[in-house]
């Protein structure tokens, strides 16, 4: 990728979408190209084939979906498999029609078998058997989306790389109780707490362990997959951390340690998640942010922005 090419990024006020912008952007990217929910529905295939190929994109990172956290995906399984049909393969084929010379897409950790065939999960065993009950259709869908680059690189020559991703945080987050994310689900839960001086209530008994990105650094992968890797990698930090972990790290952050709570008859998810990050490491990408950081800069994040919405300058 050179600094000059046009590179499009979908998805640009979510979670990752955004943190890819600003990180080309501050790395000296001139022709950044956003496309959110604001100027194109991705669900609409004709508006989606007009924007995306009226950009001339050379490059795009697709980062648009309808993402939910487990009990959100448990909830919503027909929505969510439809959805992201639907705008992975608009986006795909459009990428296709605008001649773009490659496409990034965001895939998740949850297209893994379930058992795991070994761990931790390589890329090549992705379609070994079917993914975990609790995200299947999500999982599903996101599958196909890989299905169909394999595909679109095999009679249209488009190339692609799909981002198998561990779970990520940082600041513009869905902050949703309910059917957020892990972790801005409890963030969202320490500061109500803190408000209301009541107790965090967490879901099941913490024992689950996963690998946290913090966003940053995520962008930072897929801008270094983008340029110089291929086909399915894995992202993660390569450290495995209980969610226990994340809530005592949490509780330290916010000076709340004795307000905790468990609720162990609410789900836990998959019981242990890790992924082999050859692929990532040969593309010479490591960390920069320790979970620690990551969570302190999003929960400032999240204070700041309480804040200027009790302020009315949202
Ligand atoms: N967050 C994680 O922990 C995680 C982990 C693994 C993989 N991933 C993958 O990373 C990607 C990005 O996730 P994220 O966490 O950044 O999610 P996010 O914050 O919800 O961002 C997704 C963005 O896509 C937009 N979008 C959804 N439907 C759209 C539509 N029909 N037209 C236009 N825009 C639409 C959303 O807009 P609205 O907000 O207006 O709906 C949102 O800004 C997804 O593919 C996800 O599967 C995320």
New binding site residues.
Partial sequence: MDKTDRVLV????????SAVVEHLTEQGYENVLE???QN????DKAETEAVITGYRPNYIF??????YGIMGNMKNRALSFH?NIL?NTHVIHASHLAGARKIT??????VYPYPSPRLPLVEDDIFLGRPHGAEESYAHA?RAALAMLEAYEADYGLEWAY?V?????GP???FDIEFG?VVPSLIAKFYHAKETGGQVTVWGDGSAQRDFLFVNDCAAAVTRIMSAGRGPVNIGSGNVYRIRDIVDTLARITEMEDRIKWDATKPNGQDYRAYDLSRLSALGFDPAYSLEEGLRLTWDWYCRRQNEKSLGND
Avoid: P
């Fill in positions: 979908t998805g640009a006020n979510g979670l990752v979408g496309v959110s929910r194109c529905d991705l669900m697709h980062a648009a979906a309808r993402v959805e705008i897409v965001m895939g998740t950790g949850a996101k981002v991703s561990c779970n990520l945080f513009r987050d869905k994310h």
